[in-house]
DNA sequence: GGGCGATGTCATGTC
DNA sequence: ATGACATGACATCGC
């Protein structure tokens, strides 16, 4: 079920992409407000009201333990994890709304009016939780828990948005600021630096147009949550009129770069290349990657490449390029399975609180967004809190170059109707990125189709935003791991820890997730057990095998620590040890397994022979009818035919010491007793059956460790493989950077290139090239394009270096 | 009554 | 050679 839940929400969610992709608004706010309990079960799945069977899992998390799945604690628990995690938050910058606040905020500053005019449907189509909430009054934040990832979202709880969004009391606190009626004097003063942000970065009041974010609403409300998330990225950049990454001037319509804008340009004549790339080269951190990267020869790129005052004209549009989606589509698959990874582990990882303290960890600015994308991992689409965190951010301008901030102004009131898309996250030509020599390659990346839909890159964003944007994302990535990592091996083990020194072992085995065998017994193995090298010999030497001297002393012990123990392989927690507690469970009452290979029954008869043995095996099933048994009847039930045998046989000593006394003192007790032969046999065998006994035991318990290490190496990889996911998001994300800062600052040189005669090259004729000597070259693109492949021997205008 | 898991036992191989 | 151990296969038991 949750299979087909998933793949109905993802087939969901891609059909409407498709449909927004092709024009068609897909308002799934009315279907989900429309309380289609099938429906919206299905992609959000079933409310606590309904069913809680999800919550089964929560047994396993820090949090939910003890919580009986159909407690109605739950939505105690549910709210004290969300007022919790409200705490956690206080050290983070980070308005308490969700992203619906922010549209709030720019909704009402069009309006120039208090925060009141916000429109709900629109946003609470980008959220699903929120969805949820707004019809749904009554559902309680368990309900989140049938998105079929509970635990992923609660554990990542950097996502108390998403908890508050769906929480009733979280729309009370936060959804109602949905409602625009409970704006704190905070948020209405946040609202008011963020407008005063916008004003002062250029941004008039008519960017926000009520039409124009309309229109863009609709694009934001594709249910992609990436999609959304790249236009609310497009539009706070573009709110704010500047590309925040401070290098370049963007055309608002085109996304094309604008170097005449560049105030003061004009009056500089033939600024030397050298000095240009000087400059470059001094405000381009390269970092690692340090030399200046080899220029890439993008033909198509190049060949838009126009960025010219006169023309304005769009480039972006002019390519489109199916790369970048293949590799758009790649990220996603990527994200996908990240999300699948997360959904697989839900079951086996625990909630671990300590995921959100490691939340609270992460930088301030991106604790929030990374809630949200966990909101979204959850199978909800979206998420747009960003901008508001965005919005927020303290002088993020002042991570712009400084050469750049005179441009600011200028820029920032371009008009634009359309979201300026800057630079490429072309994963595929990164590889091509550093290759060849046209610089034009790297400065000028293909723009990427609008509709794309890319988590990792949202190229459009300025730098800092989307650094801070991008590393959210990625921070939560890695909480994801966190997540999976250390809810696994630390809350979880610390867990069933717990879990063996109480007595519900058997009770949790028992809504023990069948997704997640391995987790319970993994860390049982590891808490109990261990692996099968080390706590395993200190176990076998504990049976005593090895220790005569134990033997006859330790024997009570035997049983419960002796050798193989199903109950900590299977149970965590069996024991034998204090028979009375298995009365106190009475579903258990009937147990009646065989536990006991290692109880001293024979001993103790040996000792005790006055204690009734039981001579028959019908007798011991009459007793195991009557399910009155008593202590001794227990005994009795297990004493092995062996034992009876040897009580037959009326031999001596116990069975433990047959079995378990070294050879030497096994012959001295032989010789000290005059046997019959048929009682040596029947001692030998008894030894032999014994030690085999044991050795089947130790060899059971080693293939099940075997299976466990397996299943524990499973994970790893799988822990691993997000990590080198997350691993490789951020380098595309750092190389796309790179490559919007190089482009950025081939404009600003290239732009301040001028000919003999002082006039500026244009850009559609000539380009900017490096030579295999380190040299710059300026050269003709019909040049560039003819003679790629010889040496440019052309055109030696400006040389540098 | 059969399936299934846990356990015991045997046969065999290895050290 | 012998004992201890490992392990696959099968049997038994109880649910």
Redesign the pocket.
């Known amino acids: 079920m949750l299979y087909l839940k998933k793949y109905f929400t993802e087939g969901l969610i891609q059909f409407t992409i498709l449909l927004s992709l092709i024009g068609v608004r897909v308002d799934v706010d009315t279907y989900l407000n429309n309380q289609l309990p099938p429906l919206r079960e299905i992609i959000l799945g079933p409310s606590s009201a309904y069913t809680q069977t999800q919550f089964h899992n929560l047994r396993n998390t820090l949090d939910g333990y003890g919580i009986h799945p159909k407690s109605v604690d739950l939505d105690h628990f549910f709210t004290t994890r969300r007022l919790l995690n409200q705490v956690r938050q206080l050290d983070r910058l980070s308005v308490p709304s969700t992203e619906l606040n922010t549209w709030l905020v720019h909704r009402d500053s069009e309006t120039v009016v208090s925060p009141s005019s916000q429109s709900g449907p629109s946003i609470t189509l980008e959220n699903g939780a929120g969805l949820e909430d707004v019809n749904n009054p009554d559902a309680t934040p368990a309900m989140r828990g049938g998105s079929g990832a509970p635990e992923s979202t609660y554990n990542l709880n950097a996502a108390d948005s998403s908890l508050g969004a769906v929480a009733p009391e979280g729309n009370q606190e936060q959804g109602g600021r949905d409602g625009n009626d409970d704006l704190t004097k905070e948020d209405i003063d946040l609202i008011d630096i963020l407008w005063r942000q916008d004003i002062d970065l250029g941004a008039g009041r008519e960017v926000f147009n009520y039409s124009n974010r309309q229109k863009e609403n609709e694009e934001e409300q594709k249910p992609n949550p990436h999609e959304s998330k790249d236009g609310n990225e497009e539009q706070e950049s573009w709110r704010n009129g500047v590309n925040l990454q401070g290098v370049q001037p963007v055309d608002g319509e085109t996304g094309e770069s604008i170097p005449e804008q560049l105030p003061g340009i004009g009056s500089q004549t033939s600024l030397s290349l050298q000095e240009c790339l000087r400059l470059l080269e001094a405000t381009f951190p390269f970092g690692e990657e340090s030399e200046f990267p080899a220029p890439v020869v993008n033909r198509e790129i190049v060949s838009n490449e126009a960025p010219s005052t006169s023309q304005g004209l769009p480039l972006a549009p002019l390519l489109p390029s199916a790369e970048p989606q293949l590799d758009l589509e790649q990220q996603w698959q990527d994200i996908m399975a990240i999300m699948e990874l997360q959904a697989m582990e839900v079951n086996n990882t625990s909630v671990p609180t300590n995921s959100s303290s490691v939340n609270g960890t992460t930088g301030t600015v991106e604790s929030n967004t990374v809630g949200n994308f966990e909101l979204s991992t959850g199978s909800t689409p979206v998420n747009q809190d960003v901008s508001l965190h965005q919005a927020s951010l303290p002088s993020c301008s002042q991570d712009f170059p400084q050469i750049f901030n005179p441009q600011l102004d200028s820029i920032s009131i371009t008009p634009r109707t359309t979201l300026p898309r800057l630079s490429s996250s072309n994963s595929s030509n990164i590889n091509s990125t550093f290759g060849t020599t046209n610089l034009t390659g790297i400065f000028l990346p293909p723009h990427i189709n609008s509709s794309s839909n890319n988590i990792t890159s949202t190229p459009i964003l300025p730098d800092p935003f989307s650094t801070l944007l991008e590393e959210s994302m990625l921070d939560e990535i890695s909480l994801l791991d966190l997540a999976m990592e250390e809810g696994f091996s630390q809350a979880q083990a610390s867990q069933l820890e717990d879990e063996l020194d109480s007595d519900s072992g058997l009770s949790l085995d028992s809504s023990h997730s069948p997704a997640s065998p391995s987790s319970s017994e993994t860390s049982c193995s590891s808490a109990a057990s261990s692996s099968s090298t080390s706590a395993t010999f200190s176990e076998?030497g504990a049976v005593g095998?090895?220790t005569d001297s134990e033997v006859t002393t330790v024997e009570p012990e035997e049983g419960a620590v002796g050798g193989?123990?199903?109950?900590y392989?299977?149970l965590c927690r069996?024991s034998y040890q204090d028979p009375s507690q298995f009365h106190s469970l009475p579903h258990l009452d009937?147990?009646?397994?065989?536990?006991?290979?290692n109880l001293p029954l024979s001993s103790a008869f040996a000792e005790h022979p006055e204690l009734p043995i039981p001579t028959g095996?019908k007798n011991?099933?009459d007793k195991?009818?009557s399910k009155l048994q008593t202590h001794q009847d227990l005994l009795d039930?297990?004493a092995?035919?062996?034992e009876r045998r040897a009580r037959a046989m009326k031999i001596p000593f116990s069975n433990e010491k047959i079995i378990n006394?070294?050879?030497e003192e096994?012959?001295e007790l032989l010789a000290k007793h005059h046997l019959s032969e048929p009682q040596l046999a029947l001692i030998r065998?008894i030894?032999?059956?014994?030690?085999?006994?044991?050795?089947?035991?130790?060899?059971?318990k080693?293939?099940l460790d075997t299976i466990i290490n397996l299943e524990q190496g499973v994970h790893d990889l799988r822990r691993d493989k997000a990590r080198l996911l997350k691993e490789k998001m951020e380098f595309i994300r750092s190389i796309r950077q790179m490559k919007q800062k190089v482009q950025s600052l081939y404009q600003e040189v290239f732009s301040q290139l001028r000919d003999e005669e002082g006039r500026p090259y244009p850009p559609s004729e000539y380009s900017l090239q490096y030579s295999a000597d380190g040299s710059v070259l300026i050269m003709p693109r019909c040049v560039t394009t003819a003679e790629q492949n010889r040496k440019p021997e052309k055109k030696q205008k400006d040389k540098k270096k």
């Open positions: 076998e095998y090895s193989y123990q199903p109950g392989s299977k069996m009937s147990i009646s397994h065989n536990h006991t290979y095996k011991v099933r195991h009818n039930k297990h092995s035919r062996d006394l070294p050879v096994f012959n065998d030894r032999r059956r014994g030690k085999n006994k044991m050795a089947a035991q130790n060899c059971r080693r293939k």
